[in-house]
């Protein structure tokens, strides 16, 4: 009995290796702010929870070690606000897939599995970058962190999101890097395949997964596995 499967990813680091971009958007904004800069693993380690998270701990970080004065909030949101508008304008200069990406979702399109997107970057800045990397138009649908009134690691992030697809949680995997995104599948009880290297403090051996992945090379296997699995 054939069934639809639905395959649902996180963005950074899953499917773009787009630290750089954000390096340079977040270096931009230390500087003009006199903080100081970082580099890209230090970075990795900020992304996954979305900007304004990324920019508040990298700022705390230092604050904690040399920043004595500062005005919390106000700082904060111009902070945010100078990364964004910054970002949004530079967001796919250095940024790539991941290898094997493309392969892959032409693979998914190929054999009537659907394709969605479930992330931490505000709705827009997912929309612009698929578009600049010219992925855009293999998902179904596109959610970020600003669609619903809630995010990940709230399984309902990632259920809304089968669920606008009309797809069935039973039938779904769920893509990503990093323990937010662990936590989210879990929760929602979905099967997560983690992608090694991850946007994240934690180690592999400390994130919760079903499947690990260096990159999308040879991923068809394991979706291809699951996918006989739960044929009705």
């Not at 970002?87 to 094997?100: D, F, M, P, Q, R």
Request: proline share 2%; aromatic share 10%.
């Amino acid at each position: 009995m054939s069934q639809k499967l639905t395959i649902v990813l996180d963005l950074d680091g899953t499917l773009v290796e787009t630290a750089p971009d954000l390096i340079n958007a977040h270096n931009h904004v230390m500087k003009k702010f006199g903080f100081k800069t970082m580099y890209e693993n230090d970075i990795k380690k900020l992304v996954g929870k979305g900007a304004s998270s990324l920019i508040t701990r990298s700022v705390w970080g230092q604050a904690q070690k040399n920043i004595k004065k500062i005005d919390d909030d106000k700082t904060k949101k111009e902070m945010v606000k100078e990364f964004i508008d910054y970002y949004s304008k530079n967001i796919c200069v250095e940024s790539k897939l991941l290898n094997g990406v493309e392969n892959f979702l032409k693979w998914s399109k190929k054999n009537n599995i659907s394709l969605g997107v479930c992330t931490n970057k505000q709705q827009y800045l997912a929309e612009d970058l698929l578009k600049e990397i010219k992925i855009n138009n293999y998902f179904e649908y596109v959610a970020g962190s600003n669609t619903f009134d809630y995010c990940k690691p709230d399984p309902r992030h990632l259920t809304n999101v089968i669920e606008i697809m009309q797809g069935d949680v039973k039938k779904s995997i769920m893509i990503g890097d990093s323990e937010t995104d662990s936590e989210t599948a879990r929760s929602a009880g979905v099967p997560f395949i983690l992608v090694e290297n991850g946007y994240t403090e934690k180690t592999t051996s400390e994130i919760h997964h079903d499947y690990l992945i260096k990159d999308f090379i040879g991923i068809e296997e394991i979706i291809r596995k699951y996918f006989i699995i739960n044929i009705d």
